[in-house]
């Protein structure tokens, strides 16, 4: 998000406010037309986007007086503005960068939550008896063994698994799709790359794989940065080996 691209849509905004500010208000025009109410959708449009800039910006503590915003957009139509242009843009250009700095002061802080949560939950895990941690810090537990082969990295496999986050939040599963999945095992994640090859087929493990080993820093939506992931896998079939 850009401060001065939402600065200039708070602008818009409050032309469309402005007028309720007045000490004596006309008398609206009716909503009789098409044209009328495609008007006031859009002052209805503008006002809610301006109501969530500011919460926006209150939480991460920059705080914009909506009474100075109001009075430098009636400044600003009137020809008289109190701060040059030049000036208005170095201020602007700051309020971006105080923006940019305080979003990314926030970014660190819960990234280093998340870090320490993962890392506790890791160290708890691997202390429960019948979990193994290999070399890489992948976490395993046998849940079912059976004495089927075991894939190599280049083999292709065919797996039923679920998915979730350390605290229980299931974001994927394909018994839930009742449709197994098919994929080269040196196709996913590190963690499923080395996991896969410990089964046989027809054992079913549970794996706890450190966020070096999944999606690290990058955002997968529900999969948040240097999330902790837990999967239950089945291997159900190597489809094909090389």
């Not at 309020?95 to 708890?124: C, H, M, N, P, W």
């Not at 994640?189 to 990058?218: C, D, H």
């Amino acid at each position: 998000m850009r401060v001065t691209t939402k600065l200039s849509l708070i602008a818009v905004a409050m032309l469309t406010l402005s007028a309720c500010q007045q000490e004596k208000q006309p008398e609206a025009p009716a909503l009789d037309t098409e044209q009328a109410k495609q008007a006031y959708s859009l002052g209805v449009s503008a006002g809610r986007y301006l109501e969530s800039t500011v919460q926006e910006y209150d939480k991460i503590a920059v705080s914009l007086n909506s009474e100075l915003i109001l009075q430098g957009v009636k400044d600003g139509l009137a020809g008289n503005s109190s701060v040059g242009d030049d000036e208005i843009q170095t201020l602007l250009a700051s309020l971006d960068e105080q923006y940019r700095a305080k979003q990314a002061e926030i970014a660190t802080a819960e990234s280093e939550a998340v870090i320490a949560a993962g890392k506790a939950y890791l160290e708890q895990n691997a202390s429960k008896e019948g979990v193994t941690v290999t070399d890489s810090g992948l976490q395993y537990e046998v849940l079912e063994s059976a004495d089927g082969p075991k894939p190599v990295a280049t083999d292709v496999v065919k797996v039923h698994y679920t998915g979730t986050l350390t605290d229980g939040t299931k974001f994927d599963s394909s018994y839930d799709r009742d449709a197994p999945a098919e994929f080269p095992l040196n196709r996913v994640i590190p963690g499923w790359t080395e996991g896969v090859q410990l089964m046989n087929v027809g054992s079913k493990y549970k794996f706890t794989i450190p966020s070096e080993l999944a999606y690290g820093e990058r955002d997968m939506g529900v999969i948040t940065p240097h999330s902790v992931l837990v999967f239950e896998v089945e291997l159900l079939e190597i489809v094909s080996a090389e």
